[in-house]
Structures are given as C-alpha cells and as structure tokens.
C-alpha cells in the first residue's frame, strides 16, 4: 500500500464516521471492544466438572475456559458464554473430578529413567531372588562390562546388608555396581572394589563409610561420600541413553497426573557435581530445542557450583521457557535412614545392642545440652549418622547462594541434621537480611520436639515424601525389643508397596522415638510450615494420587485404625500440597499450581466423580493436560 492509498483510506473512514454522527470516541470504543471480545474467544471450555481449583478464592467449579494454553475463566458453565466462538471447542467430562496437574517436589528424573532401563532390584524379598537377577544381568553383557542396576531394600528380605561375597562366583570379569533404593549406599563386588583399590587398609573419606566385616575386610558396600570411590570409574552414559531415559520418565509422569517436577539430578553424595549441568545442555535443552518436552520442570544444581548458576540466570532469567526453569541449588546434611547414614542426636535411653557391619564414623567434636539425648540407632549404639557437609562450609555457601538471590534446598533426615540447617537457615537470613527466600528442607523426616513450630517460625518449606517416609508401616512384622534390660512387645514395620523405602524407623530408632519424632505432617502445617509433597523417585514410585491418599488416612496394612491420627492430613491439605502449595515452593506460584485466570491450563482429570474417593476408593488418571493439550493418553 503507497501513501496516496492509505490517505484516501483514512479520509473514506473519517468521512463515513462523521456521517453516522457517532463521536470518533465511541467509534473507537466499539472497536477495541469488537477486538477485545475476539480476543478473548476460548479455544477450550471443559464442562461438567468436579474442579477443585487449589484457589481459595474460588475452592470448586464446574466448568474452565482456555485459550492459547493458559486459562481464561473458571466458573459456572453459563459464566462462560461470552467466550465462546466459532473456533472453541467444549469437552465434557461427564461429572468426573478435575485437578490442577501434579507437582512432583522431590525427583531425580534421569537417574529413574536410566533405572528403568537396568537391574532391577526394586520389591525383591529374597536374598536369592536378588542374586538371581544379578547373575541374569551379569549373563547379558560383555566380558568386562560393568553390571549396573539399583533399587533393592535388605529390609524386605530380613534385614540382612548384602556383600561383594554373593555376586563373586558369576561375576569375576565384570564389575558390579548396584545402589540401595534412597541413593545413600551402594554394593560393589571384588572386581569392581579392587579397580577403586579399596582394601582393608583403605580409610573413611570424610562424609561417608567404607563398610568392613569384624576381620577388618570390605564387605563391599559404600556409604553416602564413600560411593566417590567407585562412581567414577563406571562409564559416562552417553548422552542418547540420557535422552531416552529422559523421555521414558517424562511418559511415565504423565500417566500419573504430575505435569511439573522438581528435579534434583543426577547429583548424590560421592557424585561429580557436573552430571546437572550436563543434562541441563546435553537434555533438556535438546528437548525443550526440538519440540520433545512434555513435562514442566523446574531444576537444581549443586550448590558447590553456585556461581555458574547466577551466571546462567543473568544471561537468560530464571525461566528458559514454558518447559523449563532454573530452581536453585541443592546440598546434603546427613545421609539417609535405610544406609544408617542420617545424623541424630546422643541417645537417651539404653536400647538393646545389636552387632552391625557398618561401621559409621561418629562425627568428631560433636556436642549436645543435656536437655535432649537421643540414642540414634537401637541396632548400632556407637551410630550417630554422617555428617555429609561440615556445618562451616554448609553456612559458606549458603550464605553466598542466598545473598546473589539463589533459592537454596538442603537434604536432611536425622533430627539433628535438620537442627544444623534451621540454624544454617537462621543465621544466613539474619547475615543477609530479610526477604522472601523460601528456604527448603528436602525430606524434614525426623524432627525433635519444638522443631516443627521452627518450619513455621523461620519460613522454611518442608519438601516431605510420603510413600518412603510413611509406607514403611504398611505391613508389620512382630519383634521384640528390648528397653532399660526388659523384654518388652514392639513392632518392626516394613512396607509392602514395590518401590516404597523400606527404612524400618521403628527398628533403627525404637517404636517411641520412630512415633513421636517421624513423619511430622500435620504438626508441621499446624505450625503455619509449608508442606509441599513429593516422590522421590526412583526412590519410590511416582504416584501423587496414592501419596494423596496414604497422608489422609495414614492407617498400615491390616490396622483398624491410623499411625499416628493426629498427623493425618484432611483431603484438601494433601492436595495443597501437591499442587498449590508445591509451586510456591519453588517459586512457580505465579504460573502453576492452581486452575486459576491467567495461569498454564495443566490439569488431571480422575476417574471418580466425588473428591472423597481420593481418600477413600481407588482412583486413577484418565487424562492429563500440559497447556491445554492432552498429554495421556
């Protein structure tokens, strides 16, 4: 179009707007009405819904408008109307109940993906069975190949550790490596201890355990820092086999309703802190690049390598798409309960002794008040758990993370692994100053009394995991105990769910302490915490609506009533804290966690049409939707 053509235009339009005598005001009033209301045309309405929205300001609902991927309106289905057009397409869900998608707070998303592809020793109860899928492994692969897998649980066959002894007779030209089900210990067998030159006269490495036999030899399994000695020397996976297993753990959410996950890595203790950055490029910006993500995710680095992280942040901004978004950084304070690796307090009670073949090194200058003395471990009365970081480094870094604007997140099991960083928490808030920071404890698994009321206090997320930290209890095998040197009746409680941990907290820690100081749910939302949920898998299985269900009713397999009632969480609590709450954990609460105007239209839709069966029948997802699209199936 020249100059001459779009005057005359303009003087055409300005004469017929002067002969319909409406002021040039309204006229273009009109306009920007007519443009508005197209503007506004839904792509998606979704009707005859139970919607449970996440939003207070509007709890349930019954039908949602979407357009481009996030969400218009959600209402009535009449309050709708004006957003129909000629383009919109309805989808009536027939009266089953609508979610917000599920956000997973705890994954390490590659490595469940690169398991899935292994031996796989998850809910295998029998010393046999194990050795049997290892030889099968062992029998597929090349000679010197390295035999990889993990998942097992030695609580499910007895509790007895396993050793380098039962893989040796059909793996004496292949290394093998096989990790515990919490990611806190592995077994290696003699090929694979002898290229990593441990031997009787090797020592602990700081954070971590060499287990040796009462002769003084390796039994073969490595605990938390002492997995440094052999992770390295297996092969990289290369960068397809990420990518795959990637993808296998992105269809797998999805058929679970979790459309967002929060994604520690591959970075465990004895780990090279590299492994996060290299999936960031090697991965998910492949995928997020060639059109292949399907699930949210929202990452976290190591935190020795927190510059790297602001670095990063200042050239592209915490959201590098839709997809993908850029956490913090993560560090351990203890190890795990199920390798005797978490960190308590000195005992208070005589318990009776049990001979172990760990043996944890007791962390040096440690000093508690008289006030609260704990025994950490009934069966290894010298244990007190690993101190992976030391607390002088674990406030360093923090404190420098924290001050740059970095969300940080730091793993603790043990009652005084989670003192050490509500401390570390305190003081860095009080070196840096007050802002909105959202401090997470990963895990929060055992807490002394008066701790939760610090959650609440000090503002610090508890990312708590249900099914490794709660199932335990769903089947129960009668042992006595012994206390103050009398035989009492006590129960040893082990989970009968295939990828639940199968820490024993009423064996490691005594039944009293397991039930007063465990799994503190509702305690923690009572003392205004923040609870968001999550799986940790592969630790255990991806599966926020058995999760939902197993915080509600809390009540083990064969009990007439609940473990614990008084931390039993209500229906809406653990859907809070699965999706409403899970986002503002890690800051995505703008965006994500609710069916809310204005944010990603993800959703669930189950195959119930009453909210109380999540608590109560058995559900499960029908559909999932990441922006609007069905995702599964």
């Not at 007895?160 to 592995?186: C, I, Q």
């Not at 799986?535 to 999760?547: F, K, L, M, Q, R």
């Not at 039993?568 to 966690?593: K, M, P, Q, V």
Request: charged letters at 20%; one cysteine or more.
């Amino acid at each position: 179009m020249n100059r001459y053509t779009f005057l005359s235009a303009t003087l055409v339009l300005a004469i017929a707007v002067l002969s319909l005598n409406i002021p040039l005001q309204d006229w273009l009033s009109l306009g920007l009405k007519r443009l508005s209301t197209k503007k506004l045309a839904a792509d998606l309405i979704v009707k005859n819904a139970v919607i449970f929205t996440s939003d207070a300001s509007l709890p349930v609902a019954d039908s949602m408008a979407i357009q481009n991927g996030r969400i218009l309106r959600v209402g009535n289905y009449s309050s709708l109307q004006d957003l129909v057009g000629g383009g919109t397409r309805e989808l009536n869900i027939e009266g089953k109940v609508l979610v917000p998608g599920f956000i997973d707070s705890h994954v390490h998303l590659i490595p469940g993906g690169l398991q899935m592809g292994r031996v796989e020793l998850r809910g295998v109860n029998q010393k046999e069975e194990f050795v049997r899928r290892v030889k099968e492994a062992a029998g597929n692969v090349k000679q010197g190949s390295w035999v990889l897998g993990g998942g097992w649980n030695n609580d499910l066959w007895g509790g007895e550790l396993p050793m380098a002894s039962w893989l040796d007779d059909f793996t004496a030209d292949n290394p093998v490596w096989l990790t515990r089900m919490d990611g806190h210990m592995g077994l290696a067998n003699s090929l694979a201890l002898k290229l990593a030159g441990i031997n009787n006269s090797s020592n602990d490495p700081n954070g971590g355990t060499i287990a040796k036999s009462t002769h003084g030899e390796p039994t073969g399994l490595l605990i938390d820092a002492a997995m440094k000695l052999v992770l390295p020397l297996i092969p990289e996976v290369s960068v397809n086999e990420r990518r795959e297993a990637f993808l296998r753990a992105s269809n797998l959410a999805l058929t679970r309703g979790v459309t967002t996950i929060v994604d520690f890595g591959r970075y465990f203790p004895g780990a090279s802190v590299e492994h996060s950055w290299e999936d960031l490029s090697d991965v998910y910006q492949w995928a997020d690049s060639s059109g292949k993500m399907i699930i949210r995710v929202c990452l976290f680095f190591p935190m020795e390598t927190w510059p790297r992280l602001i670095e990063l942040i200042k050239k592209t901004g915490r959201a590098l798409s839709d997809w993908i978004y850029l956490g913090g950084v993560k560090a351990f304070a203890d190890g795990s309960l199920g390798s005797s690796s978490a960190f308590f307090f000195e005992p208070q009670a005589s318990l009776c002794p049990f001979v172990s073949v760990v043996n944890a090194q007791k962390v040096k200058g440690f000093k508690v008040d008289n006030a609260t003395r704990y025994r950490p471990y009934a069966e290894e009365p010298h244990n007190y758990g690993l101190q992976v970081t030391d607390p002088e480094s674990l406030f360093n870094m923090t404190a420098a993370s924290d001050k740059l604007g970095l969300q940080v997140a730091i793993h603790a099991i043990g009652d005084r692994a989670n003192e050490m960083v509500l401390d570390t928490y305190r003081s860095v808030a009080l070196t840096n100053g007050m802002r909105d920071r959202r401090f997470r404890i990963e895990h929060a698994q055992h807490l002394a009394p008066g701790m939760p009321a610090r959650f609440g206090e000090q503002g610090v997320v508890a990312s708590v995991q249900v099914f490794h930290q709660f199932i335990l209890l769903l089947s129960i095998v009668h042992i006595k105990f012994c206390r103050l040197n009398e035989e009492v009746e006590g129960y040893y409680l082990r989970p009968d769910h295939l990828l639940d941990d199968g820490d024993s907290a009423a064996k490691k820690l005594g039944v009293d302490r397991a039930q007063q100081g465990s799994y503190l749910f509702h305690s923690l939302l009572a003392s205004n915490a923040r609870l968001a949920l999550g799986s940790d898998w592969p630790v255990a299985n991806i599966n926020p609506v058995g999760s939902i269900k197993t915080a509600i009713k809390r009540i083990p397999h064969g009990w007439k009533h609940a473990w614990m009632s008084s931390e039993c969480l209500s229906l809406n609590d653990a859907l809070i804290a699965h999706t409403i709450s899970a986002a503002y954990a890690c800051f995505l609460d703008n965006e994500l966690g609710s069916l809310s105007p204005g944010k990603l239209a993800d959703f669930v839709i189950l195959s119930t049409s009453t909210l109380d069966d999540l608590a109560e029948g058995s559900v499960t997802v029908e559909a999932t939707y990441v922006a609007g699209v069905q995702a599964y199936p």
